[in-house]
């Protein structure tokens, strides 16, 4: 569970099925990029660091650039989808990766974090998915999809995954695809958050499908990276 509340409380409380294949080999450079990415899972948000409260008032700066944050514990931050005026409660689960994934969203696609922070595209549900929070599950995803917490993954789309791992970016240039198609995804099923797992599910399988592609040689060859610059 990455958050405390009940509406993301059930979100991975399924059985997943993993596909066992025949052990592979790894490039000196993929072994490298996998144990660096590897090394960011197992670091925990701590609001008691300097470096990680400083991460969230630039991503507040990003997110609201003409708003005056008033303090880190502070309603305003319910603006940009935490689900309490703490954020760094919502970390529990994830870690600061997550938070890392933001900010590199917010730095490279601008147009696209907040086309989707201030849900400007579509026909909008009345209760829409709270956008950081929803954040943080797309990294939760694409952990579990790509089964990083392994010392080699060993599902499929982590096997293909990891021959993408050129691109020293790639993982975050991953979650900003996921979270571009969740978006998509949440407008083509007309979902309210009640739907969020299921919308979810269905980014999960579209991503997995496109891994799968033969012409995908980095991540960017992705059919859904193009969802990035619509």
């Not at 507040?60 to 935490?82: H, N, T």
């Not at 760094?88 to 974090?113: K, M, Q, V």
């Not at 797309?138 to 499929?156: E, G, Q």
């Not at 007309?190 to 995908?216: C, G, I, K, P, W």
Request: proline content about 5%.
């Amino acid at each position: 569970m990455v958050g405390p509340r009940a509406w993301i409380g059930a979100l991975f409380n399924r059985n997943s099925r993993r596909e066992k294949f025949h052990d592979y080999n790894l490039s000196p450079l993929q072994e490298q990029r996998l144990l660096r990415l590897q090394e960011r899972l197992h670091m925990p948000f701590d609001e008691t660091r300097p470096g990680h409260q400083e991460a969230l008032r630039t991503l507040w700066c990003a997110a609201f650039p003409d708003v005056a944050l008033k303090g880190m514990i502070s309603e305003q931050w319910k603006d940009m989808g935490w689900q309490g005026p703490n954020p760094s409660t919502d970390f529990r689960g994830c870690g600061f990766i997550s938070l890392e994934n933001l900010l590199y969203y917010s730095r490279t696609y601008p147009a696209s974090f907040r086309r989707l922070l201030l849900k400007q595209d579509g026909k909008r549900a009345t209760w829409e998915y709270p956008f950081a929070v929803a954040g943080i599950n797309v990294s939760f995803m694409l952990i579990r999809m790509l089964d990083l917490h392994s010392a080699k993954p060993k599902c499929l789309p982590g096997i293909n995954f990891v021959k993408l791992l050129g691109d020293e970016e790639a993982f975050d240039v991953l979650y900003c695809i996921a979270f571009e198609l969740m978006d998509a995804q949440w407008l083509a099923m007309h979902a309210s958050y009640m739907e969020f797992n299921e919308v979810l599910q269905a980014t999960r399988t579209q991503l997995e499908r496109e891994l799968s592609l033969e012409d995908v040689h980095r991540i960017k060859d992705l059919p859904a990276y193009n969802l990035l610059y619509q």
